[in-house]
T-cell receptor
Framework: GENVEQHPSTLSVQEGDSAVIKCTYS??????FPWYKQELGKRPQLIID?????GEKKDQRIAVTLNKTAKHFSLHITETQPEDSAVYFC???????????FGKGTLLTVNP | EAQVTQNPRYLITVTGKKLTVTCSQN?????MSWYRQDPGLGLRQIYY???????DKGDVPEGYKVSRKEKRNFPLILESPSPNQTSLYFC?????????????FGPGTRLTVL
């Protein structure tokens, strides 16, 4: 089955700096890669996603890149703000059963 | 308002006492799923349902049961809870799985088994 590795597990940055979270996946049949943000005590919510026919997608301060050959994708957050502090989960979906597999999460802390 | 609801939100119980966590969505979604979230382990899928009367095991199904008799409801049943089932549980739904659609999560149920 699919295996999604996510790094780092914790990340601390200063407000205004950039943050990058990286994920790798094992199943070359995966072709959908969403990112979810979970604020403390809240439910995970989709913030951005990318499909395998696209190499990069941007939405204001967040962007996701995908390298299908290397089987890795990354989340980039620029000009970080304290409200970006949360746990971020990457996920990969695809294959014959369309299963969605999550990474273990990254706790991002943005220090004012 | 389009949403996924779960009840109860918090539950403390004892080993062996059967319990049910309800999940309901009002978006006419075909796909529903249960996850458990534990520190350092992320979101692990317990069971999922592609549609009414169609359910299948996820990655950690042992000790859990589900049913999907109606499209909107997907209850999670713990027949004989044990302390290792203490966790934060999330129900999620999406329009369908094949369309690679966003999953909408419920608010979570924090379960403690003593």
């Amino acid at each position: 089955g699919e295996n999604v590795e996510q790094h780092p597990s914790t990340l601390s940055v200063q407000e205004g700096d950039s943050a990058v979270i990286k994920c790798t996946y094992s199943d070359s049949a995966s072709n959908y890669f969403p990112w979810y943000k979970q604020e403390l005590g809240k439910r995970p919510q989709l913030i951005i996603d990318i499909r395998s026919n696209v190499g990069e997608k941007k939405d204001q301060r967040i962007a996701v890149t995908l390298n299908k050959t290397a089987k890795h994708f990354s989340l980039h957050i620029t000009e970080t703000q304290p409200e970006d502090s949360a746990v971020y989960f990457c996920a990969a979906q695809g294959g014959s059963n369309y299963k969605l597999t999550f990474g273990k999460g990254t706790l991002l802390t943005v220090n004012p | 308002e389009a949403q996924v609801t779960q009840n109860p939100r918090y539950l403390i119980t004892v080993t062996g006492k059967k319990l049910t966590v309800t999940c309901s969505q009002n978006m006419n979604h075909e796909y529903m799923s249960w996850y458990r979230q534990d520190p350092g382990l992320g979101l692990r899928q317990i069971y999922y349902s592609m549609n009414v009367e169609v359910t299948d095991k996820g990655d950690v199904p042992e000790g859990y049961k589900v049913s999907r008799k109606e499209k909107r409801n997907f209850p999670l049943i713990l027949e004989s809870p044990s302390p290792n089932q203490t966790s934060l549980y999330f129900c999620a739904s999406s329009l369908s799985l094949a369309g690679y659609n966003e999953q909408f999560f419920g608010p979570g149920t924090r379960l403690t088994v003593l």
